[in-house]
């Protein structure tokens, strides 16, 4: 392939750079992305022990132009950064290796003694959606600005709400769960049968009817409920958790075979009461009146700017110069 077919994408979108007037620093360096691979291929990590689960997850952090694209605006380390605030720094040193290595593989050393700085259990997990969810915590307490921090919340965390309903007297409770990954447990099964990543999700959102024994209705005090879980909104990334490890046998993997597709369309896997609901706050006329500027009107606001658009009817009978 000629070196020209790789099109460079700035990883940082021009908009979010003007948006950064909050004390960030303006973006250093950006990684190069080719549409489909990178400048010099793709560049293994190196296993520093039972490291595997750990890079795996870094190749993903380093695939994410979304993530990377928040890690090039932490800017140089200063002096004054601590041992244990260099993770974010190492990570961009790390994936800006892996950019220009010539090599098959780059050892990952320097994040991985950052983790043990920070005495994270990285090592010691098998389950790739807690070692997820360590190093993503680590990383949003050690970069540099808040604002950068919410922005990588933001791009991995799911907002959801699980609703409550009283099956005897409709109580509602909501309660906000976020999450940074869905969690679809992964079962045996005696038929054999194969899952599908669409049906197993479908089935994680639908209504359940179950038992509140510990936390029954406040209202009548009936335990008979009906959960459901629903989208508040969609994150930029969103991940979902096989949860391959047997609930009767935690050491057990299952190795049940579940499919899932090359692009993921939560419109045609979800009813639309699970995923995020499009709220409009109409304005009516009478509301649009409250602004003449009598402030015992409920708003008690006052209009200063009034935009009139010529209507279709009057465009249709006079047409203005062009
Ligand atoms: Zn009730």
Redesign the pocket.
Same mark, same amino acid.
């Given at each position: 392939m000629e070196e020209d077919s790789y099109a460079e994408i700035q990883v940082l979108e021009t908009e979010e750079a003007a948006q950064d007037d909050l004390g960030v620093q303006p973006p250093s360096k950006c990684l190069s992305y080719s549409t489909g691979r990178f400048r010099n291929g793709a560049t293994g990590l190196c296993n520093i022990g039972p490291t595997s689960c750990l890079n795996s997850l870094l190749q993903t952090l380093y695939m994410n132009k979304d993530f990377t694209g928040i890690l090039c605006r932490i800017g140089d380390p200063d002096d004054n950064v601590r041992p244990d605030g260099q993770l974010p720094y190492e990570l961009l040193a790390l994936f800006e290796a892996m950019q220009n290595s010539k090599e098959d593989a780059v050892s990952p050393y320097q994040v991985l003694h950052c983790l043990q700085i920070l005495r994270a259990t990285v090592f010691a997990q098998n389950d790739v959606a807690e070692v997820f969810s360590t190093l993503l915590s680590l990383l949003l307490q050690t970069v540099p600005s808040p604002h950068l921090a919410e922005k990588m919340r933001a791009l991995y965390t799911i907002p959801m709400e699980e609703c409550v309903m =009283?099956q005897? #007297?409709s109580?509602q409770r909501i309660t906000h769960k976020d999450r940074i990954a869905i969690p679809l447990q992964i079962s045996h099964s005696k038929f054999h049968r194969n899952l599908t990543l669409e049906r197993t999700l479908f089935r994680y959102f639908r209504s359940q009817e179950t038992y509140e024994d510990r936390n029954p #209705?406040p209202? #009548?005090e =009936?335990s008979r409920v009906v959960k459901m879980t629903h989208l508040r909104s969609l994150p930029r990334t969103f991940s979902i958790h096989l949860k391959r490890l047997s609930r009767k046998n935690p050491l057990q993997k299952v190795n049940r075979t579940v499919s899932f597709p090359l692009v993921l369309d939560l419109l045609e896997v979800l009813d639309s009461e699970h995923l995020p609901r499009k709220e409009y706050s109409l304005v009516s006329w009478d509301d649009v009146k409250c602004t003449y500027g009598n402030t015992t009107f409920r708003w008690g606001l006052t209009a200063c700017l009034l935009v009139y658009v010529q209507s279709e009817a009057a465009t249709s009978d006079t047409k203005p110069p062009l």
């Open positions: =009283c005897r #007297c109580q #209705c209202k #009548c =009936c």
